[in-house]
């Protein structure tokens, strides 16, 4: 049971580049999500899903696609990388919703540097 | 828009010694609150979680508070060791949402031997 795991660990690109964030998760959880963690600030919400085939935006959504094709996935885009989206990412993962008993388990993170 | 925040940003304290880790939160609508650690390189680690109908929750050497009346949480983590140094960071389900979390921007604790 590795839990929640995301690839790659550390990645620079320049600026208009594209990549994706692989999120998987082997706890057959059905809500998955994704933040970023910057200096000085708490943990954002980007994107998050309910379920497989479904996504929905968090608080910091713009710049960044998502999707959840099979329930243990949840990949993130960037299509043009710009220097504000430098951050670390984690994903994080959950079987309930939150509140019923239930929280989130995070990834070990993926450092991105957009030059 | 409301915020979960941090009285301080860093805490030093002894091996041994009892810490508190203090956390306010504005939105008064959010009933569920977790505290969880990170270490440097890490991704965020549940500790405790709280429902807005406790006050207070107990786990192993850790004590979640929570007072609704002044929008406040603590964690207290009792016999510090030096393994507990990390950074703290509080959330709170969002106005009472079922999927976001708000978190704080975390203190930083520091156990010295």
């Known amino acids: 049971n590795a839990g929640v795991t995301q690839t790659p660990k550390f990645r620079v690109l320049k600026t208009g580049q594209s990549m994706t964030l692989l999120c998987a998760q082997d706890?057959?959880?059905?809500?998955m999500y994704w933040y970023r963690q910057d200096p000085g600030m708490g943990l954002r919400l980007i994107h998050y899903?309910?379920?497989?085939?479904?996504?929905a935006k968090g608080e910091v959504p713009d710049g960044y696609n998502v999707s959840r094709l099979k329930k243990q996935n949840f990949l993130l885009g960037l299509e043009s990388a710009a220097p504000s989206q430098t951050s670390v990412y984690f994903c994080?993962?959950?079987?309930?919703?939150?509140?019923?008993?239930?929280?989130?388990?995070f990834g070990p993170g993926t450092r991105l540097l957009v030059l | 828009g409301e915020s979960v925040g941090l009285h301080l940003p860093t805490l030093s304290v002894q091996e041994g010694d009892n810490s508190i880790i203090n956390c306010a939160y504005s939105?008064?609508?959010?009933?569920?609150f977790i505290w969880y650690k990170q270490e440097s390189g890490k991704g965020p680690q549940f500790i405790i979680d709280?429902?807005?109908?406790?006050d207070k929750r107990q786990g192993q050497r850790v004590t979640v508070l929570l007072n609704k009346t002044v929008k406040h949480l603590s964690l207290q983590i009792a016999a510090t060791q030096p393994g507990d140094s990390a950074v703290y960071f509080c959330?709170?389900?969002?106005?009472?949402?079922?999927?976001?979390?708000?978190f704080g921007k975390g203190t930083l604790l520091t156990v010295n031997p």
């Open positions: 994080a993962s959950s079987y309930l919703p939150l509140g019923q008993q239930e929280t989130q388990y």
């Open positions: 706890m057959n959880h059905e809500y």
């Open positions: 899903s309910v379920g497989e085939g479904t996504t």
């Open positions: 939105n008064s609508a959010s009933d569920y």
């Open positions: 709280i429902r807005s109908n406790m």
């Open positions: 959330a709170e389900n969002s106005g009472g949402s079922n999927y976001k979390l708000t």
